[in-house]
């Protein structure tokens, strides 16, 4: 069994190309880019859902209030506070900007055919696990260089966790494996109470995607 990937690439690199032209377009529209961390947080959010949505529509809204302020830290007079933005995106531009970081997706796919001395044909499933295989652009990519449709029966999201759970149990010496699971289902907390649940570093910031989700306790295994 071989593995390889590309540890520095993911869903937040995807929208970090977002967000980077959403801000072009506000220094375009206002004269001046967001500086604030309020303003840069809510313009975060919005653009990851405009992600998200983009998985599912041909394209997305993005709408946020920002408080704009010039470098010498007045208010701009152009736009007085609030403003605010608005933009379409497309899942076409969305693509474009983003496709030197797709095409890097097939990079550790080869190295790893290469080295189990595989041809693609020799493959006879391709499982897609992760959040960012949702991504059409991604599915496609993949497909079309094996030349088959992947399968995407498995939840991208419940994979990742699961795996990171038997993982830890491992680690943790939870052996056998049955007393991790066992814990692990103990633990499940229903979906419909939140927007997602993912392993994160401990670096990472979390925030709800909708003011009305209701909050979860975590705790941190180290």
């Known amino acids: 069994m071989l593995f390889i990937g590309n540890n520095k690439l993911g869903g937040q690199d995807f929208s970090q190309r977002l967000f980077q032209y959403t801000s072009e377009r506000v220094r375009q529209q206002f004269g001046v880019t967001p500086t604030l961390k309020e303003d840069i947080h809510r313009l975060r959010q919005a653009v990851e859902a405009a992600k998200l949505n983009l998985t599912l529509h041909p394209s ?118 049955q007393k991790a699971a066992k814990l692990f289902e103990t633990l499940r907390i229903p979906t419909t109470y939140c927007k997602s649940l993912e392993p994160q570093t401990w670096r990472s910031i979390q925030s709800s995607s909708a003011e009305w989700t209701t909050s979860l306790t975590t705790q941190v295994f180290w």
Do not use: C
């Open 60 to 177: 997305a809204s993005i709408t946020v209030l920002l408080h704009l302020h010039t470098h010498d830290g007045s208010e701009s007079p152009e736009s007085p506070a609030p403003v605010r933005f608005q933009a379409m995106v497309t899942r076409e531009l969305f693509e474009e900007l983003n496709e030197d970081l797709f095409q890097k997706i097939l990079v550790p796919v080869k190295t790893v055919l290469a080295e189990g001395h595989l041809e693609k044909e020799d493959v006879d499933e391709i499982v897609l696990v992760g959040g960012s295989t949702r991504i059409p652009r991604i599915r496609k990519l993949i497909s079309e260089y094996f030349g088959k449709e992947p399968n995407t029966s498995v939840d991208p999201d419940l994979a990742v966790v699961t795996g990171v759970a038997i993982q830890a149990g491992i680690m943790g010496g939870s052996w056998p494996l």
